[in-house]
């Protein structure tokens, strides 16, 4: 079983829609979990940021931690174009490898007009 | 403030050939990275730095030699290339361990 599971997609949504995007992990002792985004032929970018279990909203964009069943999700609401990326869940843990991250294999989603 | 930059955007090699990629940051972070990306992979940490002179291997290092003389330079060098290292490379720093990781453009390499 990989250290994180995150499905590829691709994932298409009419422009306004919801979209869930997770991921799950199997160490229990990852702490900070980050969702970043990626744009085609683009460097990734740091979307959110969380470190607790519970909600973190930022915008149109909530990241949800549920540490006990060890799955994150990140929500966008009223999507739009612009949205259209690979999302990329990360996540680490304090005192591990100086500080490295364990990506997902990213998500693509694309927001239809 | 540019940020994580990486020279060069793209190189094509032949078998055997060697190259060195090079990554600056002028947000004097302390760490830096060097990731590969490849489909249905995700990204794969190759080797990093905790600091001017450091470096240590990441999950897939083979193939791969880095330095890092200077605190805002980081270069990852290919010494005989293999089509196995096509590949997009993504520099990244960071402050300190645990912090937000900002990447840079990243290097489409190809070997022929």
């Known amino acids: 079983q990989k250290e994180v599971e995150q499905d590829p997609g691709p994932l298409s949504v009419p422009e306004g829609a919801i979209v869930s995007l997770n991921c799950t992990y199997s160490?229990?002792?990852?702490?900070?979990f980050m969702w970043y985004r990626q744009y085609s032929r683009k460097g990734p970018e740091l979307l959110m940021y969380t470190y607790s279990s519970g909600n973190k909203e930022d915008g149109r964009f909530t990241a949800q931690v549920d540490k006990s069943s060890k799955y994150i999700s990140l929500f966008i609401r009223d999507s739009q174009p612009s949205d259209s990326a690979t999302y990329l869940c990360?996540?680490?843990?304090?005192?591990?490898?100086?500080?490295?991250?364990?990506f997902g294999k990213g998500t693509k989603l694309s927001v239809k007009p | 403030n540019a940020g994580v930059t990486q020279t060069p955007k793209f190189r094509v090699l032949k078998t055997g050939q060697s190259m060195t990629l090079l990554c600056a940051q002028d947000?004097?972070?302390?760490?830096m990275y060097w990731y590969r990306q490849d489909p249905g992979m995700g990204l794969r940490l190759i080797h990093y730095?905790?600091?001017?002179?450091?470096?240590a291997k990441g999950e897939v290092p083979d193939g791969y030699n880095v330095s890092r003389l200077k605190k805002q330079n980081f270069l990852l060098g290919l010494e005989s290339a293999a089509p196995s290292q096509t590949s997009v490379y993504f520099c990244a720093s960071s402050y300190e361990a645990a912090d937000t990781q900002y990447f840079g453009p990243g290097t489409r390499l190809t070997v022929l």
């Open positions: 990360a996540m680490g843990h304090y005192g591990g490898s100086q500080g490295n991250l364990i």
């Open positions: 947000m004097n972070h302390e760490y």
């Open positions: 730095s905790v600091g001017e002179g450091t470096t």
């Open positions: 160490n229990s002792a990852f702490q900070y």
